[in-house]
């Protein structure tokens, strides 16, 4: 994608017969596209150990970093920052001392109600060392251990208080445990081995390891994980499932399979879907790299028209979105992305993204391939309009800055400098997915919220919350 959203994070946590660091470093490497800031892997043996850092993994936790690391269970994390500042005390698995041990944290999503709490029990005399919402759950996991000392139930009185998206590894001293919220927002799969079992946010970080995926922790589930099995506290109660399209639009790796949905197809279908809705009499397909290319191979199959690779990626020029600002990050893409001209010149070209926020960096790409030769650019995108903030693990939080709230379709086109654009519908979206449209959180592309957001829209008129009494 050219200049979409950025995710939140990636988490894993493994036990086995034997040393698990090796296998958690590794699948911290495969979901390395869910967060670059920072890294980190938390292990217990004889006492809870943490290394982590700002950077991505290689840098984070190096060979010399981790040297000495070792423990048959542990957790792991990467980091990009949606609640909480950059700083390294921000940086995941996050541990707490408590009066029987150290609970240790790894958390994918964001809590809606995190200023809340944290103003609550602040009142109470409180005191917190991060601002990332992640410590509050922690904190609220001790809180509760020292009432029953009992994990399980110190899981479900902390899903209680807290709102939101949150798939969570955490570990009890030497209990490892996974959890996802009763919404499901956020991914979370089970895997086996022959030594061991992990849960981790895709299956892509499981089959080159060696791992035989098993299932999707379901929403609002409990999973205790051992070296040779795991054991289930399913969710009581009923809550509606919100699972972020956005997961297979972009953020997952196309080789993941996501509450029994491969990636890699439902883009392809995705493309499919756009050829039928929005078709174009062009010479050529191509997508923006990378995330766009099953998009568009989807729309040359269904259309006919020839697939080809217009864009040269440079993969070692500094990530566009990180970046400081804007200007700096349209700069970086002359760097990055380089027009392969016997694609382009003389061609008209359809071009296939994944998704539009702000449009500045799709503009400029436009404009590389206008300079090229280009005889025309036309432009097909994979998801709806973006008009509304997420509030749940994805860094999109004010409507100013989604050029879909300010202008039509038709606008934009002219913005872009395209000769006709096209999003692919909600229906369209929600076909591809084959997923019901209760099931899924498409508040970004309608302004309807699946939980409580003040001054938001409920897509209930009535709140639905689960109990997990």
């Given at each position: 994608?050219?200049?979409?959203?950025?995710?939140?994070?990636?988490?894993?946590?493994?036990?086995?017969?034997?040393?698990?660091?090796?296998?958690?470093?590794?699948?911290?490497?495969?979901?390395?596209?869910?967060?670059?800031?920072?890294?980190?892997?938390?292990?217990?043996?004889?006492?809870?150990?943490?290394?982590?850092?700002?950077?991505?993994?290689?840098?984070?936790?190096?060979?010399?970093?981790?040297?000495?690391?070792?423990?048959?269970?542990?957790?792991?994390?990467?980091?990009?920052?949606?609640?909480?500042?950059?700083?390294v005390?921000?940086?995941?698995?996050?541990?707490?001392?408590?009066?029987?041990?150290?609970?240790?944290?790894?958390h994918?999503?964001?809590?809606?109600?995190?200023?809340?709490?944290?103003?609550?029990?602040?009142?109470?005399?409180?005191?917190?060392?991060?601002?990332s919402?992640?410590?509050?759950?922690?904190?609220?996991?001790?809180?509760?251990?020292?009432?029953?000392?009992?994990?399980?139930?110190?899981?479900?009185?902390?899903?209680?208080?807290?709102?939101?998206?949150?798939?969570?590894?955490?570990?009890?001293?030497d209990?490892?445990?996974?959890?996802?919220?009763?919404?499901?927002?956020?991914?979370?799969v089970?895997?086996?081995?022959?030594?061991?079992?992990?849960?981790?946010?895709?299956?892509?970080?499981?089959?080159?390891?060696?791992?035989?995926?098993?299932?999707?922790?379901?929403?609002?589930?409990?999973?205790?994980?051992?070296?040779?099995?795991?054991?289930?506290?399913?969710?009581?109660?009923?809550?509606?499932?919100?699972?972020?399209?956005?997961?297979?639009?972009?953020?997952?790796?196309?080789?993941?399979?996501?509450d029994?949905?491969?990636?890699?197809?439902?883009?392809?279908?995705?493309?499919?879907?756009?050829?039928?809705?929005?078709?174009?009499?062009?010479?050529?397909?191509?997508?923006?790299?990378?995330?766009?290319?099953?998009?568009?191979?989807?729309?040359?199959m269904?259309?006919?028209?020839?697939?080809?690779?217009?864009?040269?990626?440079?993969?070692?020029?500094?990530?566009?979105?990180i970046?400081?600002?804007?200007?700096?990050?349209?700069q970086?893409?002359?760097?990055?992305?380089?027009?392969?001209?016997?694609?382009?010149?003389?061609?008209?070209?359809?071009?296939?993204?994944?998704?539009?926020?702000?449009?500045?960096?799709?503009?400029?790409?436009?404009?590389?391939?206008?300079?090229?030769?280009?005889?025309?650019?036309?432009?097909?995108?994979?998801?709806?309009?973006?008009?509304?903030?997420?509030?749940?693990?994805?860094?999109?939080?004010?409507?100013?800055?989604?050029?879909?709230?300010?202008?039509?379709?038709?606008?934009?086109?002219?913005?872009?400098?395209?000769?006709?654009?096209?999003?692919?519908?909600?229906?369209?979206?929600?076909?591809?997915?084959?997923?019901?449209?209760?099931?899924?959180?498409?508040?970004?592309?309608?302004?309807?919220?699946?939980?409580?957001?003040?001054?938001?829209?409920?897509?209930?008129?009535?709140?639905?919350?689960?109990?997990?009494?």
């Amino acid at each position: 994608m050219s200049e979409g959203p950025r995710h939140s994070c990636g988490v894993v946590g493994m036990m086995a017969d034997t040393d698990v660091v090796s296998y958690i470093h590794k699948a911290l490497n495969l979901i390395q596209h869910r967060g670059q800031e920072s890294a980190g892997i938390a292990v217990f043996e004889n006492g809870m150990h943490t290394v982590k850092d700002n950077g991505l993994v290689g840098a984070a936790l190096s060979p010399r970093k981790i040297e000495g690391l070792t423990g048959k269970v542990g957790i792991g994390h990467v980091r990009y920052s949606t609640a909480g500042s950059k700083s390294v005390v921000n940086a995941q698995p996050l541990t707490v001392e408590y009066n029987n041990g150290s609970i240790s944290v790894a958390h994918n999503g964001e809590l809606t109600n995190y200023k809340e709490l944290k103003s609550k029990y602040m009142d109470k005399g409180w005191s917190f060392f991060a601002d990332s919402d992640t410590e509050i759950v922690a904190r609220l996991l001790v809180k509760n251990m020292r009432t029953n000392d009992d994990p399980v139930k110190a899981i479900r009185a902390m899903m209680t208080e807290v709102d939101g998206a949150y798939s969570l590894c955490i570990m009890f001293n030497d209990r490892l445990f996974a959890v996802r919220d009763p919404y499901g927002f956020r991914p979370l799969v089970l895997g086996e081995f022959d030594d061991g079992f992990m849960a981790v946010s895709e299956t892509a970080a499981l089959i080159p390891l060696g791992g035989r995926p098993i299932r999707d922790v379901m929403p609002g589930e409990i999973v205790e994980i051992f070296s040779h099995s795991y054991k289930s506290y399913p969710a009581s109660g009923q809550c509606p499932k919100a699972h972020c399209m956005f997961e297979w639009v972009y953020f997952a790796r196309p080789d993941s399979v996501i509450d029994g949905r491969e990636v890699y197809d439902v883009r392809k279908r995705i493309g499919m879907i756009l050829a039928e809705e929005a078709p174009a009499d062009v010479d050529v397909v191509m997508p923006i790299p990378d995330s766009g290319r099953a998009h568009a191979l989807g729309f040359s199959m269904a259309s006919g028209i020839p697939y080809e690779e217009g864009f040269m990626k440079n993969r070692f020029v500094d990530r566009t979105f990180i970046l400081p600002t804007q200007k700096l990050r349209e700069q970086a893409v002359d760097m990055k992305m380089n027009p392969i001209k016997s694609t382009v010149e003389g061609r008209r070209i359809l071009i296939v993204d994944d998704s539009i926020v702000r449009g500045t960096t799709l503009r400029k790409l436009i404009k590389v391939l206008r300079n090229a030769g280009a005889k025309e650019v036309h432009v097909r995108v994979g998801s709806p309009p973006i008009i509304a903030p997420c509030f749940y693990g994805v860094d999109m939080k004010t409507r100013d800055e989604f050029i879909a709230t300010k202008y039509n379709v038709e606008e934009i086109r002219g913005i872009l400098n395209a000769d006709s654009l096209a999003y692919i519908s909600i229906e369209g979206l929600v076909r591809a997915l084959d997923i019901p449209e209760t099931d899924l959180c498409l508040a970004c592309v309608n302004g309807k919220y699946p939980t409580n957001i003040p001054g938001e829209r409920h897509r209930y008129q009535a709140t639905l919350k689960q109990d997990f009494s």
